[in-house]
């Protein structure tokens, strides 16, 4: 089971840090990811970190704003967001899976999402 917290209403320009804690679920194993899903749009790739953590993967519109992290004790997954825009107000999902890939079918496990709303 994987749940996520932190989402919120916020202005443009401000950071948010979204939580996604997993259970049931051996967590150390799996790569994470972070996707979204904005009204009337797809889900799409924001971000993943090996099951390790040494690797990191971003998507080119958050790149450089959203830091991606994990803590295996903890067993809980970080995103780290600054700068928002309000292009990125969305549903924002963390799943798990087996390797730290951008396509949705790689993951097996998702969270059931946390609302990010981005005011201008």
């Known amino acids: 089971q994987l749940v996520e917290s932190g989402g919120g209403l916020v202005q443009a320009g401000d950071s948010l840090r979204l939580s996604c804690a997993a259970s049931?679920?051996?967590?150390?194993?799996?790569?994470m990811a972070w996707f979204r899903q904005a009204p009337g749009k797809e889900r799409e790739f924001v971000a993943s970190i090996s099951w390790s953590g040494a690797t990191t993967y971003y998507a080119d519109s958050v790149k450089g704003r959203f830091t991606i992290s994990r803590v295996n004790a903890k067993n809980t997954v970080y995103l780290q967001m600054d700068s928002l825009k309000p292009e990125d107000t969305a549903v924002y999902y963390c799943a798990a899976g087996g390797r730290a890939a951008g396509a949705i079918y790689d993951y097996n496990y998702w969270g059931q999402g946390t609302q990010v709303t981005v005011s201008s």
């Open positions: 049931e679920l051996a967590f150390s194993s799996y790569a």
